[in-house]
């Protein structure tokens, strides 16, 4: 969906009231604000790998719905994009969520989202919360970013793409 914030910057989600998962995410990037697509850029495609899924799955609003901590691309800083506007979620993702019909799993991907849904519940780093998320479901997964930013935290944590993913793929499959 494209609409438009006040600010004039183009909010892009995805809902759909009766969705199996909630991905949660930071903000979109540069080249999602100018497609207007969700995720429509390498992280778009790794999260989708790591999920199973293909294209028409990810973007049928009955089985994802689509909802940044920030709607809107925050604008570049020096080392990436700059941190998302948390007003934006405080504002709408008790509504949004508050509409959903079952209670989807909340899919939160990277720091932000985590730090946003589980501030209380973490563990000690966000390595520990990811490898503890069987302790967060069934209502959220923490994830950390696909970002080939993180192609480095991923190899150093081989749990992740070993038994994290696995977990993930077959949970999406059997929901799916």
Not at 89 to 95: C, G, K, L, T, V
């Amino acid at each position: 969906m494209n609409y438009y914030h006040a600010r004039g910057k183009r909010a892009v989600f995805q809902l759909g009231a009766d969705c199996k998962f909630i991905i949660i995410s930071q903000a979109p990037g540069k080249k999602v604000d100018t497609t207007g697509i969700p995720w429509d850029d390498m992280s778009g495609r790794t999260l989708k790998n790591w999920l199973g899924v293909t294209d028409e799955q990810f973007y049928n609003p009955q089985l994802f719905s689509i909802i940044p901590i920030d709607f809107c691309y925050p604008g570049k800083g020096l080392h990436g994009d700059l941190p998302p506007d948390k007003s934006c979620a405080d504002i709408w993702h008790p509504q949004i969520l508050g509409q959903m019909k079952a209670a989807p799993v909340r899919l939160l991907i990277g720091k932000y989202a985590i730090d946003y849904y589980l501030a209380a519940s973490q563990k000690d780093s966000l390595a520990e919360t990811i490898r503890n998320y069987k302790s967060y479901l069934p209502l959220c997964f923490p994830l950390i970013h696909p970002s080939p930013r993180n192609k480095k935290w991923i190899a150093d944590h081989p749990w992740f793409l070993n038994e994290t993913i696995p977990y993930l793929r077959s949970m999406v499959a059997a929901k799916i």
